[in-house]
Antibody, heavy 119, light 107 residues
Framework: EVQLVESGGGLVQPGGSLRLSCAVS????????MTWVRQAPGKGLEWVAD????????YYVESVKGRFTISRDNTKNSLFLQMDSLRVEDTAVYYC????????????WGQGTLVTVSS | DIQMTQSPSTLSASVGDRVTITCRAS??????LAWYQQKPGKAPKLLIY???TLENGVPSRFSGSGSGTEFTLTISSLQPDDFATYYC?????????FGGGTKVEIK
C-alpha cells in the first residue's frame, strides 16, 4: 500500500524557518518525481515545487523561489521542503505527492501538515 | 504561466443529476490535464488524467473530455459520495497550475 506521511508543520513567526518531511512507503521512491502542493485556509490548491528522481532537477512556483528548497533522500525514502524567510501568506496545509510516472500529475497524496506563519 | 479557470465556482445539484464542470486554460495544454476530487479536511484524490483517462478504481459515472483550452468533467448520475470540491490541473508546462475549484453542493 502506497503511503505518504508528512510531518514538521507548526507555528512560526514571519521571517522564520521550518523544514517539512514526507516519509513514503509502498513503492520504489527513487523511481518517481515528487511534489509539494499547498492549500491556504479556505482556498484552492497551489503547486509549490517538484523534484526529479535523483534530486538534481527541481522546479518552483515563482512566489517561493529563493526561499524554499525541495530535496530528497532516496536512501531514507524521504522528501523534504526547507522553508526559509516565511511570510504570512505561506500559511497553508502542505501536501506531499507522487508524480505519476513520466507525467506531472499526482496519483498519491499525503494527509497534509499545517504551517501557520503568524506573529 | 497557464491560467486555469473553472466554472461554475459552486454548483447545487441533487442525487441522480447529471453534472458538468468546465475548465478553461489561458493557452493550450493539449490533453495534459488532470481532475481531482477533494473532501473537507482530506487530501485531493486523482480522478482523471490525460483529459479523459479514468484513474484505476474511479467509478465510471465520472468522465472527462476536451483538449487544447477547454475541458469538461461530467458526473453522469450524482451520488451522495460525490458532494465535494473538484479541481483541474494542467501539467503541460511549469509552473503546474490548478483551477480555482468547483464545489458541488446538495440542492
Amino acid at each position: 500500500e502506497v503511503q505518504l506521511v508528512e510531518s514538521g508543520g507548526g507555528l512560526v513567526q514571519p521571517g522564520g524557518s521550518l523544514r517539512l518531511s514526507c516519509a513514503v512507503s509502498g513503492f520504489t521512491f527513487s523511481n518517481y518525481w515528487m511534489t509539494w502542493v499547498r492549500q491556504a485556509p479556505g482556498k484552492g490548491l497551489e503547486w509549490v515545487a517538484d523534484v526529479s528522481q535523483d534530486g538534481r532537477t527541481v522546479y518552483y512556483v515563482e512566489s517561493v523561489k529563493g526561499r524554499f528548497t525541495i530535496s530528497r533522500d532516496n536512501t531514507k525514502n524521504s522528501l523534504f521542503l526547507q522553508m526559509d524567510s516565511l511570510r504570512v501568506e505561506d500559511t497553508a496545509v502542505y501536501y506531499c505527492g507522487r508524480d505519476s510516472g513520466s507525467y506531472r500529475y499526482f496519483d498519491f497524496w499525503g494527509q497534509g501538515t499545517l504551517v501557520t506563519v503568524s506573529s | 504561466d497557464i491560467q486555469m479557470t473553472q466554472s461554475p465556482s459552486t454548483l447545487s445539484a441533487s442525487v441522480g443529476d447529471r453534472v458538468t464542470i468546465t475548465c478553461r486554460a489561458s493557452q493550450s495544454s493539449f490533453a495534459w490535464l488532470a481532475w481531482y476530487q477533494q473532501k473537507p479536511g482530506k487530501a485531493p484524490k486523482l480522478l482523471i488524467y490525460k483529459a479523459s483517462t479514468l484513474e484505476n478504481g474511479v467509478p465510471s459515472r465520472f468522465s472527462g473530455s476536451g483538449s487544447g483550452t477547454e475541458f469538461t468533467l461530467t458526473i453522469s448520475s450524482l451520488q451522495p459520495d460525490d458532494f465535494a470540491t473538484y479541481y483541474c490541473q494542467q501539467y503541460y508546462l511549469y509552473p503546474l497550475t490548478f483551477g480555482g475549484g468547483t464545489k458541488v453542493e446538495i440542492k
